[in-house]
DNA sequence: GAGTTATGTAAGCGCTGTAAACATGAGAGG
DNA sequence: CCTCTCATGTTTACAGCGCTTACATAACTC
């Protein structure tokens, strides 16, 4: 539907990135195998091979797209955030992201990403820019670059901790309160602060 | 050298853990295989099979060496922790051990690890409560389980981001000061609080 | 020394990733 | 309309993998 459409297939680069997230959904991230992916696309095993020269390079496609729905999903939270409590939305928006995409954030972060496709290592930099402009945008005299680290770092092992189910998912709710206090406790702080909290 | 030693081999399953873990550090999660681990302990390709009923329960034995090991590295940060200087110093020595077991410290939070290995479940519990444990001596009128989530989820995202090449990892002092920086904004706040920042 | 059990081996199945060589069909040039 | 070209998909093949089954060996018990 969207690049190269339309000759045998289609679109069988789309159509394997669909499957291969329909399969790390339903089966786990050990189950995402090229010809799993092929089966399920309806085409020989090794067709995909024409669209990603290897395995990694289909995982980080799915990576990629996940990182883009991602940012559309925080996005969604709030368009233009210019409070700490929408700061707050998009925070929760983010952990609700992983618990409710559990396989794909995995894969977005289980592997390091810089040697990958320049498609995955865009993606993930649009990601950091747009937390720190809004991290700007709702805090303006602080050292942004910083304090979006932090904010992120939280926010990010909150929902890893999720994942590993050391804390308590049982409802929407209870997750959105812990994310709350834990935010609003750093950037209280944060906001109050002068600038520049680190050296480098 | 420790458990069941000296029938053929001598110490199988402790050799094929530590054959693991260099696999994985050396060559990374994907090349992590029994077979492979078989040639390097010099045994036939299916003898760890007599120790590990499949791959993912070795898996979650160096995962729980990890743990251990970690808790180890955090004791030996500071014995007996009762300032917030004491903790930072913890936090500093979680995020070291991320970056410098990177493969290892995949292992243990790549999948979760609920339904594995009791081994793996008592020792994640056992750091838990080290970790409770310590910010309540720290922050004796804190509720500690609610604080010690929350600062354990930052250490945790800050080692995921500094893993996945995100944050300046240059040199071990920009990430100590990255460190103090995060956990000082986020314990000076929870401090002055008076008890239970969360709900459930 | 014989029997039992723990341990390691050998052979094999179905799956996988990957690399050829081959087939097919859309678009360009005439 | 015909042919040539090239992107796309297929077929075949190979080595390595997880895992199972059947077999061999060595320690311990008696």
Known sequence: ??????????????????????LLEEDGSAALSLRAVARRAGVSATAPYRHYPDRESLVSAVAAQGYRELAEDLAGAHPSPTTPEDLI?????YVRFALDHPALFRAMFAEPCDPSSADRVSATAALTEYVQGIVHAVFPEADAAALSTTVWALVHGLAFLHLDGKLDSSTPEVVAAQIRAA?????????SLPASTRSA
Not at 3 to 20: I, P, R
Not at 89 to 93: D, F, R
């Open 89 to 93: 939305a998009i925070a929760v928006a």
């Open 1 to 22: 539907m969207s690049q190269a459409a339309a000759y045998h297939h289609g679109d069988l680069a789309a159509a394997c990135v669909q499957a291969a997230r329909e």
């Open 183 to 191: 935010v609003e406790a750093l950037f209280t702080v944060a906001a």
